[in-house]
């Protein structure tokens, strides 16, 4: 019995300890200016792993260099990329960019302009992403409720099942 009440409270606090890591991952970063996003791709490989969580932080244009990894919304693709600074100029005050995922053979085919919304890699979590990913789908949104709602379940009955075994006036001392 107290093995069941050990492995039921070690389940809610290790889902509680999770949500709350959960939280501070995804909250944290934006609370403090930055942004995070789920790589799903693997043209940045081996230096950022396809699934992995990047988090990116806006920079003034002038601060990004060749050899930055940096986040962007792709105007020719139409989805946000993550990829390396290969060239960087200037043209009549305004920063352009020319990127390439590092397991790509060729360059991305857009001059990147700064006003698409750039943004430069602060660090990544290989795999988080993947765990984001899952978690905020239909499956992961259930089990947070459902796992300890089912544990405490087990455990109210455990507990009545256990109460009612004692004689009228009995006390459980363990």
């Known amino acids: 019995m107290k093995l069941i009440k050990i492995i039921i ?17 995804v909250v ?3 609370l403090l200016g930055y942004q995070s996003y789920i790589v799903y791709s693997g043209s940045m490989e081996p230096s950022v792993p ?25 105007p020719d693709q139409g989805v946000i990329l993550t990829h390396r600074v290969i060239a960087a100029q200037e043209v009549d005050g305004q920063p352009l960019f020319h ?9 991305d085919p857009t001059t990147l302009k700064f006003d698409d919304k750039v943004g430069k890699v602060v660090y990544d979590i290989p795999w988080m992403g993947y765990f984001l990913a899952y978690i905020g789908g ?3 949104r259930f089990l947070p409720i459902v796992v300890p709602g ?5 455990l109210a009955r455990r ?13 459980d001392v363990g």
């Open 9 to 25: 409270k070690t389940a809610l606090y290790s889902t509680l300890a999770g949500s709350l890591f959960i939280l501070i991952l």
């Open 28 to 30: 944290g970063p934006k």
């Open 50 to 74: 396809m699934g992995a969580l990047v988090v990116a932080k806006p920079v003034d244009p002038a601060t990004i260099e060749v050899g930055d990894i940096i986040v962007f919304h792709s």
């Open 99 to 107: 990127t390439k995922g590092d397991a790509n053979d060729f360059i």
């Open 138 to 140: 239909p499956m992961g």
């Open 150 to 154: 089912i544990a405490l379940f087990i």
């Open 159 to 171: 507990n009545s099942q256990h109460s009612s075994d004692q004689p009228k006036g009995a006390r």
